[in-house]
């Protein structure tokens, strides 16, 4: 099954992808409610799907297919990691404790943008990237499982991109804690939710070969594989349940894949300027086998102040006090 939502005459819709097309589900279900049923009862609110209203996939205005109350983003390619380690006066060495877990940070879930909406640049960047990504939409709440009960709490997979404002990214990282403004502004998710069985035609041992390709304008800038990941996302998700609640409904992303950043293309050749950074009117377009397509428009930013800096730190700590 893919199973998506989607705005009609203002409306969010629960849809099917058939054929090329979007078929509405007779059902107040939930998109997470419908996956979680028995696969007896989806499959007849599948079949009975498109009844009262259809739509090609080009004519649809998508809207993230789940509403998560948290979302993780990993950092599992390491190409990716060893990509962004030659940077200035690196040498592409991976940290030693980047082996040790799927480590990730938490996103913003307040802050996701539909397949085909523009994304506004956020304010006091000059430096604007995308993050070609998968994910996993989590089935039902996950607490202390193993990697191979893992499976059974995968409710599907979607495509993901983890906008990204480098510069200020990387000036607040060197405060010690993980990114903020430099990350929480926008991410993409979508177009739907393809369900696990839909996709083992590309497994290969626990990973799912499936290609990953991202476009600027037209112009292929990244490509790579899923099972390129070093951790499987059942490993992730268990990783992330260790002691911890991870809730239905919640995305856990992979981080991005091998050359799937501006940036990657900025550390490997220590040119910063080539690629460009992203520009208002740039088209953003990501493609993953058996997935789908997202594809953005950088929008003008839309605060009514775009340079406003709150100021910088009273200082009130001085080893007199101690």
């Known amino acids: 099954m893919k199973i998506g939502r989607y705005l009609h005459q203002g409306m969010p819709l629960v849809g099917v992808i058939f054929n090329g097309k979007v078929q509405k589900v007779d059902t107040a279900l939930s998109v997470l409610e419908i996956l979680n049923l028995p696969i007896g009862e989806r499959n007849a609110l599948e079949s009975g799907a498109g009844r009262r209203h259809r739509m090609p996939i080009e004519e649809v205005t998508f809207l993230p297919p789940v509403e998560p109350r948290a979302m993780r983003d990993c950092l599992t390619f390491e190409a990716h990691v060893a990509g962004m380690k030659k940077s200035f006066d690196g040498d592409g060495t991976v940290p030693e404790a980047w082996f040790d877990a799927p480590h990730y940070y938490f996103m913003n879930p307040w ?90 035609q590309y497994r290969d041992g626990d990973r ?7 476009k600027v304008n037209d112009v292929e800038y990244g490509r790579d594989s899923l099972k390129n990941m070093s951790w499987s996302f059942e490993e992730i998700l268990s990783h992330a349940s260790r002691g911890a609640n991870v809730g239905a409904g919640d995305v856990i992303a992979s981080g991005t894949a ?27 377009e990501m493609t993953i086998e058996g997935l789908g397509m997202i594809r953005n428009t950088v929008g003008p930013c839309d605060s009514p ?13 001085s080893e007199d006090r101690l």
């Open 111 to 200: 802050s996701l943008y539909g397949a085909t909406d523009t994304v506004p640049t956020p304010p006091l960047t000059q430096r604007l990237d995308f993050e070609l990504e998968a994910c996993i939409i989590v089935k039902k709440t996950a607490r202390n499982i193993t990697a191979e009960q893992a499976s059974e709490y995968i409710a599907g997979y979607s495509i993901f991109n983890d906008w990204s404002a480098r510069d200020i990214q990387g000036r607040e990282m060197q405060v010690g804690l993980g990114p903020s403004k430099g990350k929480d502004f926008a991410n993409t998710l979508g177009p739907w939710i393809t369900t696990p069985d839909e996709l083992e």
């Open 258 to 284: 091998g050359m799937g950043a501006m940036s990657e293309h900025w550390s490997r050749s220590k040119q910063y300027d080539s690629p460009a950074p992203l520009q208002v009117g740039d088209v953003v």
């Open 208 to 214: 799912l070969d499936l290609e990953m390709i991202v």
């Open 305 to 317: 102040n775009p340079e406003y800096k709150v100021p910088r730190a009273r200082r009130t700590y």
